[in-house]
């Protein structure tokens, strides 16, 4: 075999090897992604408003930051977004009073809140 035959064969060799090793990472990037949105499916923006409301209650400390970062971690690994959603939304429509929010004290609602705040108390636990 000649020099140039064989750096044609180690070349040939090379580029399958990383071809190879591109599809492994992408499929693990994949799948990667397919998990992290499972379990991250709460947008940036509503993470920084409950953090945000958090640290006002609890002072601004880089300490508390961190504390209030964690807990909506964990509110989102135990309540998926919608039904974050809905109970945020239920406690939100129930601030107005008077009659026309009395369907929000029906059990099927009460029941939404009661798992917010579930999920909430466990935040604390684990991170306060």
Known sequence: MTMSKLTKVL???GLALIAAGAAAI???C?????????VNDYP??????YI??????NGTTRDVLDKCACSI?????VLPYDQY???ETIMSV????????????APAMLEKVKNLKRAQVEGEIRCF
Do not use: F, N, P
């Open 85 to 87: 959603e809905e109970a």
């Open 11 to 13: 070349a040939t060799a």
């Open 44 to 49: 940036t923006a509503t993470r920084g408003d």
């Open 30 to 38: 994949a799948e990667h992604k397919t998990a992290a949105k499972l």
């Open 94 to 105: 129930r601030q107005r009073g008077g009659e026309s929010v009395a369907y929000m004290y």
């Open 26 to 28: 992408g499929e693990e």
């Open 52 to 57: 945000y409301g958090c640290m006002l209650v």
């Open 73 to 77: 971690d964990v509110i989102a690994s």
